[in-house]
């Protein structure tokens, strides 16, 4: 018998990663590769894809690369069709998302509209097609969703983005909605809420505002994005076959104070 924990996912099954150009989607991708997972990755027009097929094609495994505006329904639901085409879909990992730091007052409907048409609709719309494309194979599966501590405290030192957060929020309690609505069919849909992680995004704030990051951090630091992504293919994995609804922070305890 196999010890508990050291299971590793079906080889050769196809997960869909959106936002799989960069940040935690790329090292999400380099993970689920390293387990001898196929990738299908999504991201916007125009992404540069390079260092995710890197990781695939170092690996050994299939990949496939998806220009895809989440905010497009039926471009998102036609990815899914194609993202088939790659094996046995059986995992999804949705990280794509925009922020929108300004004082909300200052905001248009159109720009608040647009950080909830990626960060919440989008996500559903990823969602839905990752689940007709598991479902329709039959095996069950799982999907993750990349929220944000942002959805569970009030965000210090930092230029206001109180859109980013609503639309984070939300995202979590859609999950745990889709995790009761999908589990008769197999499909377990879980959230992770990462705490201030060294990507773009983050590295796009002051210098100021980066070290505040880092004293709120009970660890004292920002986090990898591979430090995100090996609890994501945790959630995806047989290990985690009884967990389905749940949103993990990954923070460095952030949350905790």
Request: a negative charge; charged letters at 20%.
């Amino acid at each position: 018998m196999r010890a508990s924990g050291m299971r590793s996912m079906e080889r050769d099954a196809v997960a869909i990663v959106t936002g799989a150009a960069g940040g935690i989607g790329s090292s999400v991708v380099a993970a689920l590769a390293d387990r001898g997972v196929a990738v299908a990755g999504w991201d916007r027009p125009g992404a540069d894809f390079s260092t995710s097929q890197r990781y695939c094609i170092d690996a050994g495994v299939g990949w496939a690369s998806f220009e895809v505006d989440v905010r497009d329904r039926e471009a998102v639901m036609e990815a899914g069709r194609a993202s088939a085409r790659l094996g046995l879909v059986r995992y999804g990992v949705n990280t794509a998302g925009i922020d929108d730091l300004q004082p909300t007052t200052e905001m248009s409907s159109d720009e608040w509209r647009r950080v909830f048409e990626v960060n919440t609709e989008g996500v559903l719309s990823c969602c839905v097609s990752q689940f007709h494309a598991i479902s329709e194979q039959g095996n069950g599966g799982a999907i993750v969703n990349v929220a944000s501590i942002s959805g569970m405290i009030v965000n210090r030192d930092c230029a206001p983005h109180t859109a980013y957060a609503a639309s984070k929020a939300a995202t979590v309690h859609m999950t745990h909605n889709l995790a009761v609505e999908w589990a008769g069919h197999g499909i377990r849909v879980n959230a992770v809420s990462p705490g201030y992680t060294a990507t773009a995004m983050t590295r796009s704030n002051s210098e100021e505002t980066l070290r505040a990051f880092r004293k709120q951090s009970p660890m004292g630091r920002l986090a990898q994005p591979e430090e995100i992504a090996r609890p994501i293919v945790f959630l995806l994995s047989d290990d985690a076959s009884f967990i389905t609804g749940a949103n993990l922070p990954i923070d460095g305890g952030v949350t905790l104070w």
